[in-house]
């Protein structure tokens, strides 16, 4: 009895002395609105002794926990920072909350640390894969597009088109917002030299919109940390012409950010389309040889300003205006040569073609950020108005070469468009205790496109309209979404589960009557993540997702430009989005001159939105989207990247995977299943007197459909820079497109016809750049322009 006594006194005994012990929290900031990770907090004893320790979050969030009752000292530290020291005192049993600490740069550390060492290229956090962007030589002359060509699961067509791991079904967000800029290879305004990281999100959480089902990619940009005045000025010269002058400034102090940037595009680009078409082979057959050559010289002008003003230590506002106005010149020349099975030729056309196009694309964004006492609970408003309109028009002369020379009559058409986007959103971060956050937020968006379109022919008293081609299209849509999102950990596994609902009403209506559809649909999107921290340098990573994939403007977009006799891309009004279910499981292990990175996923997608082409009457071959039954994905992605001595660094990457497509439209049949492959390797080497050399070889497996079948597609990147001036001046020379080796070579095959074409729209291209920085390091930029909310 005795003893039994004496335990239970042993055990209350422990737990008042464990309830006795406090907690220290707070979060650590880089500027008074921007998180800073992996800041390492010690708080030591007057002996100068450690009793704890801790890693701040992604969010900048630490939580030192048990610390016994007591005065200590608290110290921040990390390589680049200033290292800051302060008192502390802890109380029995109650959490101290030391708030918000910002660490200011040391440029003299900086400057060692640019020299000596750099953060992983690549982390694997709990809902995302980052990639550090570094001092890539071929991310220093080129734009965000060709940078991203660099990143691991990310490629770039020769057209411009975004994929993750060989689906197009993406989301690019610059700085976790809607991009209005990827069209048109709109993201070659922003230089590739300003962006810090890029997150590769396959699984994203309910935080984010539900839309694209191949997954997000997230554009982080870098921000200017340095108080004072600082600037760059940006040139690049090249050949075809590219020519770009980017000045930017900053002005930044306890109270206010001011920042401002002016970009000027000059570039030409050289194209070339070839094409053989066989039709009638079940009859009397006819052969067509075309060959198109295309000349484009695109302007563009972008201007970006903006402030952030801090009201105290809790509240901060931002406000920014941007302007990007483009004016296109595009001129175009093709070749019609007709044969028959013996080869004899029937008849030649030629046609010249000429276009000019103008669009303005302006945006306003507005941000509201309150932090509280509490550390990491944080409340975010933000609104973002877009609004631009565009015009072009082509005229297009057309003869007949052989057998007589007879002019056709002349055509022109003339497309008008006009967009008007507002997006509203909150969002809250609440931490429940010091390894539990709850997060919930609310997003509407309302977007109306008006869109013109006319072709007219002449005759000889005027012009006439064209197969009754004069419409007006009014395109309307609204999101509402809410999502809740609940994380924690339970040792060294943490988990992050969402629920996100979204809201969809989209009408399109037309001048003539031929289209008016209304659509409501309404779905909830679950997330899970969960990641396994072995150690520092080993995680295990599984997720699930349930995405949509909804159709962008030209999807839908019904009207056709007539440039091509033989081809024609229209959109389809009634096209519907696709959904996907999607799960994977990775795993990082980082050695100190290894890393290795394997995963594994899996793809269920429904309604899948395909190309379908096929002969019309007058022997046309259109192309227009259309919605499937289903698709399935099994894929493998392995990345390695290897330092075996400080100056050589290797990136090889590998992915592979399976699909089948099932379904139908009309009389054609979309069943297939096949297996393909891309693989990317990059080499750099890093020498003496900042001197470095980089190579890059891309490789796309061929992939095909029940209709088409595409070639592999080999390109080859190289370049080489050096810094100079104390970090002042960066040089750089880059090629892209070596030995013209980006060509698109594809095949359809259709119950009385075969399409073989290839496409190469840019021809290589050769750059040199200067970057001059005032009052900055090569590592540093000032903030440049985000993205607009919808394409």
Same mark, same amino acid.
């Given at each position: 009895?005795?003893?039994?006594?004496?335990?239970?006194?042993?055990?209350?005994?422990?737990?008042?002395?464990? #309830?006795?012990?406090?907690?220290?929290? %707070?979060?650590? !900031?880089?500027?008074?609105?921007?998180?800073?990770?992996?800041?390492?907090?010690?708080?030591?004893?007057?002996?100068?002794?450690?009793? *704890?320790?801790?890693?701040?979050?992604?969010?900048?969030?630490?939580?030192?926990?048990?610390?016994?009752?007591?005065?200590?000292?608290?110290?921040?530290?990390?390589?680049?920072?200033?290292?800051?020291?302060?008192?502390?005192?802890?109380?029995?049993?109650?959490?101290?909350?030391?708030?918000?600490?910002?660490?200011?740069?040391?440029?003299?550390?900086?400057?060692?640390?640019?020299?000596?060492?750099?953060?992983?290229?690549?982390?694997?956090?709990?809902?995302?894969?980052?990639?550090?962007?570094?001092?890539?030589?071929?991310?220093?002359? %080129?734009?965000?597009?060709?940078?991203?060509?660099?990143?691991?699961?990310? /490629?770039?067509?020769?057209?411009?088109?975004? #994929?993750?791991?060989?689906?197009?079904?993406?989301?690019?967000?610059?700085?976790?917002?809607?991009?209005?800029?990827?069209?048109?290879?709109?993201?070659?305004?922003?230089?590739?030299?300003?962006?810090?990281?890029?997150?590769?999100?396959?699984?994203?959480?309910?935080?984010?919109?539900?839309? %694209?089902? *191949?997954?997000?990619?997230?554009?982080?940009?870098?921000?200017?940390?340095?108080?004072?005045?600082?600037?760059?000025?940006?040139?690049?010269?090249?050949?075809?012409?590219?020519?770009?002058?980017?000045?930017?400034?900053?002005?930044?102090?306890?109270?206010?950010?001011?920042?401002?940037?002016?970009?000027?595009?000059?570039?030409?680009?050289?194209?070339?389309?070839?094409?053989?078409?066989?039709?009638?082979?079940?009859?009397?057959?006819?052969?067509?040889?075309?060959?198109?050559?295309e000349n484009r010289h695109d302007d563009a002008r972008l201007f970006y300003f903006g402030a952030d003003f801090n009201i105290n230590d809790h509240n901060t506002i931002t406000a920014a205006f941007m302007r990007n106005a483009t004016n296109d010149h595009d001129k175009t020349k093709l070749n019609y040569l007709y044969s028959n099975k013996n080869g004899v030729i029937d008849s030649s056309l030629s046609r010249s073609g000429e276009s000019w196009e103008k669009r303005s694309y302006n945006q306003l964004e507005f941000n509201y950020t309150k932090s509280f006492d509490k550390a990491g609970k944080k409340l975010t408003v933000d609104m973002q108005y877009d609004f631009w309109d565009s015009g072009k028009d082509w005229n297009l002369s057309t003869s007949r070469v052989f057998p007589e020379v007879v002019n056709l009559p002349m055509i022109r058409t003339g497309s008008m468009g006009k967009s008007k986007d507002l997006m509203i959103k909150?969002?809250?971060?609440?931490?429940?205790?010091?390894?539990?956050?709850?997060?919930?937020?609310?997003?509407?968006?309302?977007?109306?496109?008006?869109?013109?379109?006319?072709?007219?022919?002449?005759?000889?008293?005027?012009?006439?309209?064209?197969?009754?081609?004069?419409?007006?299209?009014?395109?309307?849509?609204?999101?509402?979404?809410? +999502?809740?999102?609940?994380?924690?950990?339970?040792?060294?596994?943490?988990?992050?589960?969402?629920?996100?609902?979204?809201?969809?009403?989209?009408?399109?209506?037309?001048?003539?009557?031929?289209?008016?559809?209304?659509?409501?649909?309404?779905?909830?999107?679950?997330?899970?993540?969960?990641? +396994? !921290?072995?150690?520092?340098?080993?995680?295990?990573?599984? /997720?699930?997702?349930?995405?949509?994939?909804?159709?962008?403007?030209?999807?839908?977009?019904?009207?056709?430009?007539?440039?091509?006799?033989?081809?024609?891309?229209?959109?389809?009004?009634? $096209?519907?989005?696709?959904?996907?279910?999607?799960?994977?499981?990775?795993?990082?292990?980082?050695?100190?001159?290894?890393?290795?990175?394997?995963?594994?996923?899996?793809?269920?997608?429904?309604?899948?939105?395909?190309?379908?082409? +096929?002969?019309? *009457?007058?022997?046309?071959?259109?192309?227009?989207?259309?919605?499937?039954?289903?698709?399935?994905?099994?894929?493998?992605? $392995?990345?390695?990247?290897?330092?075996?001595?400080?100056?050589?660094?290797?990136?090889?990457?590998?992915?592979?995977?399976?699909?089948?497509?099932?379904?139908?439209?009309?009389?054609?049949?979309?069943?297939?299943?096949?297996?393909?492959?891309?693989?990317?390797?990059?080499?750099?080497?890093?020498?003496?007197?900042? $001197?470095?050399?980089?190579?890059? +070889?891309?490789?796309?497996?061929?992939?095909?459909?029940?209709?088409?079948?595409?070639?592999?597609?080999?390109?080859?990147?190289?370049?080489?820079?050096?810094?100079?001036?104390?970090?002042?001046?960066?040089?750089?020379?880059?090629?892209?497109?070596?030995?013209?080796?980006?060509?698109?070579?594809?095949?359809?095959?259709?119950?009385?016809?075969?399409?073989?074409?290839?496409?190469?729209?840019?021809?290589?291209?050769?750059?040199?750049?200067?970057?001059?920085?005032?009052?900055?390091?090569?590592?540093?930029?000032?903030?440049?322009?985000?993205?607009?909310?919808?394409?």
């Open positions: 009895m005795k003893q039994t006594i004496t335990i239970i006194l042993i055990i209350l005994t422990s737990q008042y002395v464990f #309830s006795q012990k406090g907690q220290v929290t %707070g979060v650590i !900031h880089q500027d008074p609105t921007t998180p800073l990770p992996y800041v390492t907090i010690t708080l030591k004893e007057k002996t100068d002794i450690p009793l *704890a320790a801790g890693i701040s979050d992604d969010k900048g969030i630490f939580r030192l926990e048990n610390i016994p009752s007591g005065n200590y000292t608290i110290s921040y530290s990390l390589m680049g920072f200033e290292t800051i020291s302060k008192p502390v005192e802890v109380k029995s049993n109650e959490q101290v909350n030391i708030g918000t600490i910002i660490l200011e740069t040391d440029a003299k550390l900086l400057e060692a640390v640019t020299i000596n060492g750099q953060r992983a290229a690549v982390s694997l956090k709990l809902d995302k894969k980052v990639f550090e962007v570094g001092k890539d030589v071929l991310s220093q002359s %080129g734009a965000v597009t060709d940078l991203l060509n660099i990143v691991p699961s990310v /490629s770039v067509s020769p057209s411009g088109a975004i #994929s993750l791991r060989g689906n197009s079904n993406v989301l690019v967000l610059i700085d976790g917002r809607r991009t209005g800029l990827t069209q048109g290879n709109a993201l070659e305004q922003v230089p590739a030299d300003q962006v810090e990281r890029v997150e590769v999100i396959t699984n994203p959480s309910s935080r984010f919109d539900a839309a %694209g089902s *191949a997954g997000i990619i997230n554009i982080i940009l870098k921000k200017n940390k340095k108080g004072g005045f600082s600037g760059q000025l940006r040139l690049v010269g090249g050949i075809p012409n590219e020519t770009r002058i980017s000045p930017s400034l900053s002005y930044k102090s306890n109270k206010i950010n001011l920042f401002a940037t002016y970009g000027l595009r000059l570039s030409d680009y050289v194209g070339l389309y070839t094409m053989k078409q066989s039709t009638g082979l079940s009859g009397t057959p006819v052969y067509l040889n075309q060959r198109q050559d909150t969002d809250m971060i609440q931490p429940l205790d010091s390894i539990s956050t709850l997060e919930f937020g609310l997003k509407m968006e309302d977007r109306r496109v008006n869109s013109d379109f006319i072709a007219e022919q002449q005759n000889p008293v005027g012009w006439e309209i064209i197969d009754d081609i004069e419409n007006h299209l009014l395109y309307k849509e609204l999101i509402g979404s809410a +999502y809740l999102q609940f994380s924690s950990k339970i040792g060294a596994l943490s988990y992050q589960a969402g629920l996100r609902g979204e809201l969809t009403n989209i009408g399109i209506e037309d001048r003539m009557g031929n289209y008016n559809n209304k659509k409501n649909y309404n779905r909830l999107f679950p997330t899970l993540n969960m990641s +396994y !921290h072995f150690n520092e340098k080993t995680n295990l990573q599984a /997720s699930y997702s349930k995405r949509i994939n909804r159709p962008s403007l030209g999807m839908i977009y019904p009207f056709n430009e007539l440039t091509d006799l033989s081809t024609r891309y229209i959109g389809n009004p009634d $096209l519907n989005p696709s959904y996907a279910d999607v799960f994977e499981m990775a795993f990082l292990k980082n050695w100190k001159t290894l890393t290795f990175n394997p995963s594994f996923y899996y793809q269920n997608n429904s309604g899948v939105m395909e190309d379908y082409t +096929y002969q019309n *009457a007058e022997g046309l071959f259109i192309t227009m989207p259309v919605n499937i039954n289903k698709e399935t994905r099994t894929g493998f992605e $392995l990345s390695i990247l290897y330092n075996p001595v400080k100056w050589l660094q290797v990136n090889t990457e590998l992915n592979i995977f399976h699909y089948v497509e099932t379904g139908s439209y009309q009389v054609q049949s979309f069943d297939y299943s096949g297996n393909t492959l891309t693989a990317r390797v990059s080499a750099q080497l890093k020498l003496k007197n900042k $001197l470095a050399f980089q190579t890059l +070889y891309n490789f796309r497996g061929a992939n095909a459909t029940s209709q088409t079948y595409t070639k592999a597609l080999h390109s080859v990147d190289l370049g080489c820079s050096k810094t100079f001036l104390k970090d002042k001046a960066t040089v750089s020379f880059d090629v892209s497109n070596l030995f013209d080796l980006r060509k698109i070579n594809t095949r359809t095959i259709g119950t009385d016809y075969s399409v073989s074409q290839t496409s190469i729209p840019n021809a290589a291209r050769y750059r040199l750049t200067l970057v001059y920085r005032i009052n900055l390091k090569d590592n540093q930029s000032v903030r440049q322009a985000k993205s607009g909310n919808r394409n």
